[in-house]
C-alpha cells in the first residue's frame, strides 16, 4: 500500500485499478434497472455551458443489435482497408480484425451520442462516457468503449435524430474475457511537480 492510499480510501479510485475493456460477454441477462442507474450517473457528469448533450440509446433488441453489428463491420472492413504502417502492425499484433461479435454477443448496446448544437459536445459526452466506465465496473459488468469507424452507417441503421453525433457504443454485460488489463504508466512518467524535471511521488 503506498503512502496516498495509507491516507485516503478513495471508491473511485478502486474502481478505475480494477477495470479493464472487455470484448466477450456472458450471454446472462442485464437488468434494465441497472442500465439505467448506469446512465443516472453520466447524467451527473460536468458539460460545457451546462448543456448536457449526451444521449443514450439503450438497444436490447437482438435483430437491431445484427443491424448494428453488420453496420459497424462494413465500416471497419474499409478502415482495414486504408490502415498502414504502425497501427496496421500493432491492430495485427492484438489480433483484432473487423469482426465485431461483441455487439451481438453483450446483453444490451448503449449507443452514446452527443448534440453537436452544443458547445464543447464531444469533450462533455466523453466525460459522461467515463462516469459510466466506473458505475458499469461497480455494477460487477464490463464492456468496451467501441467507437465504430463510420458512425454514419450505425447511426442509420437506429434513424439518429438530425443533430446527433455516435460516440461510442458501450456493449454490457457479464464480462466473459480473462484477458488482464493493460500495464499503465506509473504516476512517476505521468504527473510532475511544478516543473518537468520534478516527477510526482509514487
Known sequence: MNAFDSRVKMKVLELARRRKTVRKFERTEVRLETVLKIIEAARQAPSGANRQPWRFLVVRDPSVKRRIREAAEEGEREFYKRVQGELKEWLRERGFSPDKPFLEEAPILILVFSDVRSPYHTQSTWLAIGFMLLAIEEAGLGTVTY???????????????????????????????????????????????DSWETPCPE
Open 147 to 193: 467507437t465504430p469507424s463510420n458512425p454514419e452507417l450505425v447511426s442509420r441503421v437506429v434513424d439518429s435524430p438530425d443533430g446527433l453525433k455516435l460516440e461510442a457504443i458501450l456493449p454490457i454485460g457479464l464480462p466473459a474475457d480473462d484477458k488482464p488489463k493493460e500495464r499503465r504508466r506509473s504516476l512517476r512518467e505521468i504527473c510532475f511537480l
